[in-house]
């Protein structure tokens, strides 16, 4: 099996607001407001930059695409990269502010791999574990698919100490953004691989 139970599972624990039509405003303290049509992602210390995400992106290097490969492929990991931080330069994959990628990690996993899933996905798609991207300034998000459905919990992308609140699940609103996208993509909805946030949150 994938491992999916076990570090998949319920609601982001990152610090995420948007503003669309009324404002909405998803984690206390330190949110700001976003321009219509995209979320931002604040960081909890001084030093580190505000992330703006104004749409989601289909990896080419996923099991599936734009409509095609999903009845092949009920259960995968998967990993939103908002940033890799300083490490840019030394990643060979271009990477935006909301890079999504899907694989099933059977048979791929190494020792050394941080948590049971995610820390798969980091190594084949960027070459790092997710703490020596958190220790970079980059910011990540873990979920997974099970059986066909969209599971929240990561604790090795959603716990860190930078972006996030150092819980393990996804806050309601990027459960939402990110369950409407592979929704969108499963069907074929989307234009290429590209979602724009405006199309996703309410």
Not at 96 to 114: Q, S
Not at 122 to 129: S, V, W
Not at 169 to 180: S, Y
């Amino acid at each position: 099996s994938s491992g999916i139970n076990a570090e998949y599972g319920g609601p982001t624990s990152l610090n995420i607001s948007t503003t669309m039509a009324d404002s909405i405003m998803v984690r206390g303290n330190n949110a700001q407001k976003a321009d219509h049509g995209t979320y931002v992602i604040e960081p909890n210390k001084g030093g580190y930059p505000t992330i703006e995400v104004k749409s989601l992106h289909l990896s080419c290097q996923s099991d599936v695409s734009n409509g095609c490969g999903w009845s092949s492929h009920p259960n995968m990991g998967g990993i939103i990269v908002y940033s890799v931080g300083s490490l840019s330069d030394k990643i060979r994959v271009k990477i935006k502010p909301g890079y999504v990628y899907l694989k099933n990690t059977d048979g791929y996993r190494k020792a050394g791999d941080e948590g049971v899933v995610h820390g798969t996905l980091c190594r084949l798609l960027l070459g790092y574990q997710p703490t020596e991207i958190e220790k970079a300034g980059g910011c990540l998000s873990g979920f997974g698919i099970k059986n066909g459905k969209v599971h929240y919990n990561s604790w090795s992308c959603n716990s860190g100490d930078v972006y996030s609140d150092k819980k393990k699940q996804m806050k309601k609103f990027e459960e939402g953004v990110i369950t409407r996208a592979v929704d969108i993509w499963r069907l074929g909805k989307a234009e290429g691989q590209n979602i724009p946030v405006s199309s996703l949150v309410n």
